[in-house]
């Protein structure tokens, strides 16, 4: 079954086997493919996943899918991918354009209440959402199932074919993208599994070859003329008046008429190349020497590059810097995602384009400059583990939306306050014992709180070497209250700053709830995130975006701005749902909201994994649909309706708006709840915040309670 972005004559190669054949196998499977299918394929595709930035019933569907697996007795050994590949990013800059423009003609027709065609046309763009953002989910539900997994130095492909190369005890079979044809494998790629129908699929590379009658090495340069992940098509196979389909088969045609080489190839349409990508041919070079080269962990365990006697001087600019195998274990294990590592082996920084493609002042501002000081101190923790010759390096930031933009991150080793900061923290367990015996480590609110504790917090101060720290639990508060200094919420000498002491506030006023609500996670986690895009100026009432359309249309502009608050706080929240797909209203709006809170919380995970942790915050993103479900109501209730009227709305909009949603009353409480937490942190902050952001706040405080 293809994906969104494969070759189609490939995938009519496909043959058919019975499931039996894999029974009591392991199958190495290529994560980001598999997740794809999901996202693609009818039952499990959500046509309506790009406008709203997130999903409602993938996990049930992987956890089906698993059962499957495990009552057909065949086990699954996923590999997720690393560090991007070099041109990776800028493929991934391409495609998210493209995909910009589509929705933009979706949402077009959504505004023009042609919701049938909306739907039908944000489906046809779901290869707008980045698929590495389901990977924490995924590996916690094989976390659960006790299901190993590997997250490679690069992509999973390379690491795939290397274990079909070896026949690896580890697994009988790989599965994954067209990519893997690209590596030397031995032959057989599975496409698909059937389990309802007992059947998979699968592609033979030495079939496809036989077919196309070329050698392996020109099957090679014509699959990557296609595109792929990292290189981009051909320019003249995108002109559809030299060929009709860009198949690998007029690539192989093209290679042909011109002596079987690329070069030749583009030495022949040097014209369309000068006008679309007269670098291409440079970009297609590093491609097949990092296709020549490719790297991966061995079977005892070792970081390794294929064809190592080959490999050219210049192996940087095709495999990028070379980074410590600790930093690289850590991946391995899922300690550690590959954002920030990708950005010191590529030395550069791409700044991906967002769902909703909208380019708005506060978010260049955010992107721009506002986060830049977090990515400092990202680097600034992960770059005195690294060789002198990396670590004077300068990085290059980039941005989506203006390729005339450039920034560079310069380290300077003898200044780094970041460092100093994080290395004056020490705690002991014992001190952790003593003050607090039922710490609740990693819940954010008891990191936050035992702060107020005077005699604790002067044990955690220290001006000597740190030594091992053996408490994983431990481990896990010790990198919060890092973060927490680094970020401001914590002075010096570790007690709460003005803002550490309102964020308190908040959280205290929100345990109440999150103890009712035991089953909803990440309730603290999206106050510490509130708290963020307070302070970069984000969430209040300003930059309402009338252009976007989904704003509150009922009562005085106070009482549209009061709403337009509360929904804003209750994008940070998640909508329960069950696995169907979503039907209620969209807000571009509120996605180029969530585009601001998802950039801010990206940053404060890459922080907070340079400080090196395993169950930190930030982990999980959200998405719209609560927003927009509260703003919808809310905007449907007058104060002056009667008690009894506001119930028989309240009663009736779950049925009318969310369907699907299973807990809708829990989550609108949730939501008023976090919104009156938020509130009573604000209030304290008499200087840090303007007078007008407060006097929002409180408007917006009182419009909520005549509504509830």
């Keep these: 079954?293809?994906?969104?972005?494969?070759?189609?004559?490939?995938?009519?190669?496909?043959?058919?086997?019975e499931v039996s054949q894999l029974e009591d196998c392991a199958v190495a499977i290529d994560a980001s493919y598999y997740l794809q299918l999901f996202l693609d394929h009818v039952p499990y595709h959500e046509p309506l996943l790009p406008a709203l930035g997130g999903l409602t019933g993938i996990q049930t569907h992987i956890e089906s899918d698993l059962d499957s697996w495990a009552t057909n007795r065949t086990t699954p050994f996923f590999i997720f991918n690393g560090q991007s590949v070099v041109g990776q990013d800028d493929v991934s800059v391409q495609r998210g354009k493209k995909a910009i423009a589509g929705t933009d003609e979706?949402?077009?027709?959504?505004?023009?209440?042609q919701a049938t065609e909306a739907v039908a046309a944000f489906g046809s763009h779901r290869g707008a959402y980045p698929v590495h953002h389901l990977f924490p989910m995924l590996q916690g539900i094989l976390k659960r199932r006790g299901l190993h997994f590997l997250v490679p130095p690069f992509n999973a492909s390379a690491q795939l074919a290397y274990f079909d190369m070896i026949e690896s005890e580890q697994c009988s079979a790989i599965m994954g993208s067209q990519e893997l044809l690209l590596y030397p494998i031995r032959d057989y790629v599975i496409r698909y599994v059937d389990w309802d129908n007992g059947k998979f699929t699968a592609i033979s590379k030495k079939g496809v070859i036989k077919n196309l009658a070329v050698a392996e090495p020109m099957f090679t340069d014509a699959l990557l003329m296609t595109g792929t992940s990292f290189l981009p098509t051909f320019p003249p196979l995108r002109d559809s008046n030299i060929v009709p389909r860009a198949s690998v088969q007029d690539a192989v045609n093209l290679l042909r008429t011109s002596e079987k080489a690329v070069a030749s190839a583009c030495a022949s349409f040097n014209d369309i190349l000068q006008a679309k990508d007269p670098n291409w041919l440079q970009k297609y070079r590093k491609a097949r020497m990092a296709i020549e080269h490719f790297i991966y962990i061995s079977e005892a365990g070792e970081v390794k590059v294929h064809s190592y006697d080959t490999l050219t001087n210049d192996n940087w600019e095709y495999l990028g810097y070379q980074l410590p195998a600790e930093l690289l274990h850590y991946l391995n294990t899922g300690l550690i995602g590959a954002h920030t590592l990708s950005w010191i082996t590529h030395g550069q920084i791409v700044v991906l384009p967002t769902l909703d493609g909208v380019r708005s002042e506060e978010y260049k501002r955010l992107v721009t400059s506002q986060l830049m000081s977090l990515r400092e101190s990202t680097l600034g923790l992960l770059l005195p583990r690294l060789t002198?010759?990396?670590?004077?390096?300068?990085?290059?930031?980039?941005?989506?939306?203006?390729?005339k933009y450039s920034h560079k991150i310069e380290y300077r080793p003898n200044d780094n306050p970041t460092l100093k900061k994080v290395h004056t923290w020490n705690v002991k367990e014992a001190a952790v014992k003593q003050y607090f015996p039922g710490a609740q480590h990693g819940s954010i609110l008891f990191e936050v709180t035992s702060l107020k504790n005077g005699d604790f917090v002067k044990t955690t101060v220290t001006t000597e070497k740190i030594k091992g720290v053996n408490s994983a639990d431990l481990i896990t508060s010790l990198a919060i209250w890092r973060w927490l200094h680094l970020r401001g919420y914590v002075d010096e000498s570790h007690r709460l700053t003005t803002?550490?002491?309102?964020?308190?506030?908040?959280?205290?006023?929100?345990?109440?709830?999150?103890?009712?609500?035991?089953?909803?996670?990440?309730?603290?986690?999206?106050?510490l995130l509130a708290f963020e895009l307070l302070r970069f100026g984000i969430l209040n009432t300003r930059n309402q975006h009338s252009e976007l359309g989904g704003l509150p249309m009922n009562g005085s502009d106070d009482d549209k701005a009061s709403?337009?608050?509360?929904?804003?706080?209750?994008?940070?929240?998640?909508?329960?749902?069950?696995?169907?797909?979503?039907?209620?209203?969209?807000?571009?709006?509120?996605?180029?909201?969530?585009?601001?809170?998802?950039?801010?919380?990206?940053?404060?995970?890459?922080?907070?994994?340079?400080?090196?942790?395993s169950i930190l915050p930030f982990l999980t993103d959200t998405d719209v649909a609560l927003g927009i479900a509260v703003k919808t109501?809310?905007?449907?209730?007058?104060p002056n309706d009667s008690a009894e009227l506001k119930a028989t709305k309240k009663a009736g909009f779950p049925g009318k708006f969310v369907p699907f949603a299973t807990h809708f009353f829990e989550d609108l409480d949730i939501a008023c709840d976090f919104f009156g937490a938020l509130h009573s942190g604000v209030k304290t902050l008499e200087k840090e915040i303007s007078a007008a952001d407060r006097d929002a706040w409180d408007k917006a405080a009182v419009y909520l309670k005549l509504r509830r």
């Design 633 to 638: 109501l809310l905007d449907d209730i007058d």
């Design 1 to 17: 079954m293809p994906t969104s972005t494969e070759d189609l004559w490939l995938n009519e190669q496909v043959q058919q086997a």
């Design 499 to 527: 803002w550490g002491q309102a964020l308190a506030t908040s959280l205290e006023s929100l345990e109440p709830t999150a103890k009712k609500n035991p089953g909803v996670g990440g309730l603290f986690e999206a106050v």
């Design 106 to 113: 979706a949402w077009t027709l959504y505004f023009q209440s």
């Design 388 to 403: 002198r010759g990396i670590q004077y390096k300068s990085i290059s930031v980039k941005v989506w939306y203006d390729d």
């Design 563 to 613: 709403l337009l608050l509360i929904s804003r706080c209750s994008i940070l929240l998640k909508l329960r749902h069950q696995a169907n797909g979503y039907t209620g209203p969209l807000s571009k709006n509120f996605l180029s909201f969530r585009s601001l809170s998802s950039s801010t919380r990206e940053a404060g995970r890459d922080l907070i994994e340079a400080i090196i942790a």
